[in-house]
């Protein structure tokens, strides 16, 4: 069970990778793609066939993974723009995946925000 804060970071490699990598390799492949390794984030890699992933977080005194291996079907990637390496995901696409649901048919909702009306809309304090 992950616990994540509200400033973590959630980082899903693009590219498939080997999965006999292990802390060195993989906490090489989150240098070499310019990310803090120290930031407290998460950096998710996932296997060729799709069947495996991995998680890799530094928790102040160590690195940690997490290996998952999905029994049936695949893990089901959300779309990854052309040319990057990673794609930042959410807590809750982060759940997702990692339950095998498919995060790219996934609609969410409009985000809210208060709209300003004449009278708070001009209000300097």
Do not use: C, Q
């Amino acid at each position: 069970m992950l616990t994540l804060s509200g400033t973590t970071r959630i980082f899903l490699a693009a590219e498939p990778v080997d999965m006999r990598n292990g802390f060195d390799g993989l906490a090489a492949r989150v240098l070499g793609a310019g990310l803090d390794l120290y930031a407290g984030h998460i950096f998710v890699f996932v296997s060729k066939r799709r069947k495996h992933l991995k998680a890799l977080a530094w928790d102040r005194n160590g690195l940690v993974v997490l290996f998952k291996r999905i029994e049936k079907g695949k893990f089901r990637l959300p779309e990854v723009p052309a040319g990057e390496r990673t794609v930042a995901i959410d807590a809750t696409e982060l759940a997702m995946l990692l339950d095998g649901i498919d995060v790219r048919g996934v609609r969410r909702s409009a985000s809210w925000s208060p709209r300003r009306t004449g009278i708070d809309a001009g209000i300097v304090l």
